[in-house]
Nanobody, 125 residues
Framework: VQLVESGGGLVQAGGSLRLSCAAS????????IGWFRQAPGKEREGVSC????????YDVDSAKGRFIISSDNAKNTVYLQMNRLKPSDTGVYYC???????????????????WGQGTQVTVSS
């Protein structure tokens, strides 16, 4: 099983980034993919989730209206389009795979089985 994140970088406040999570080694359609972030000194927190099989999505309040999660099932890849970025969005972003139903409790790290190594996102003010 492998999850590989890419697309992180340095961006000014108000800018955009698109993160990618390429998955392999498991049946993609049977899983939900979640995006999490971890700022220095803080706990890992959920951002968005997508249930690959039925397309259900879930966003935490801080992501609603700014972030869009989507998937390309032919490529086994999930994307997180992040718009109107804020300095508070800074952190290491991880994608994770778990067998969730409709992304229920999709913001809880313990619901996920496999994790990527993360990609750094830094938003300057």
């Amino acid at each position: 099983v492998q999850l590989v994140e890419s697309g992180g970088g340095l961006v000014q406040a108000g800018g955009s980034l698109r993160l990618s999570c390429a998955a392999s080694g498991f049946t993609f359609d049977d899983y939900a993919i979640g995006w999490f972030r971890q700022a220095p000194g803080k706990e890992r927190e959920g951002v968005s989730c997508i249930s690959i099989g039925d397309g259900t999505t879930y966003d935490v309040d801080s992501a609603k209206g700014r972030f869009i999660i989507s998937s390309d099932n032919a490529k086994n890849t999930v994307y997180l389009q992040m718009n109107r970025l804020k300095p508070s969005d800074t952190g290491v972003y991880y994608c994770a795979a778990g067998r969730l139903t409709w992304c229920d409790y999709g913001d809880l790290p313990e619901k996920y089985d496999f994790w990527g190594q993360g990609t750094q996102v830094t938003v300057s003010s």
